[in-house]
Nanobody
């Protein structure tokens, strides 16, 4: 079993920043891909960012590219999503997820929910205009 706990969400004004954290327990965190997804009210959950187990590969959704960064500290079993220049459309519940491999051969696999075995409970991010 793997447990993932997100933190760091909150209310911020447009243009502000937040740093989300994902604390992992239960297995060797550094072995697996980590992803961040989000779900806005009335919308389907969507891919935000992903990082390979070694942190050599990262991927971002077009909507957040250049504003968000993803990182991890495998020794601490922590993952992070730094969100800068936040916009009202970034308002959503953000979930971290742990994948089933150290890396994926196909870039699209990083963006697919079915590539991830474990999910956190989510943390709310609200961006006011």
């Amino acid at each position: 079993q793997v447990q993932l706990v997100e933190s760091g969400g909150g209310l911020v004004q447009a243009g502000g920043s937040l740093r989300l954290s994902c604390a992992a327990s239960g297995r060797t965190f550094g072995t697996y891909v980590m992803g961040w997804f989000r779900q806005a009210p009335g919308k389907e959950r969507e891919f935000v960012a992903a990082i390979s187990g070694s942190a050599l590969y990262t991927d971002f959704a077009n909507a957040v590219k250049g504003r968000f960064t993803i990182s991890r500290d495998n020794a601490k079993k922590m993952g992070y999503l730094q969100m800068n220049n936040l916009k009202p459309e970034d308002t959503a519940v953000y979930y971290c997820a742990s994948g089933g491999a150290t890396y994926y051969r196909r870039p699209d696999d990083y963006r697919t929910e079915k590539s991830y075995d474990y999910w956190g409970q989510g943390t709310q991010v609200t961006v006011s205009s």
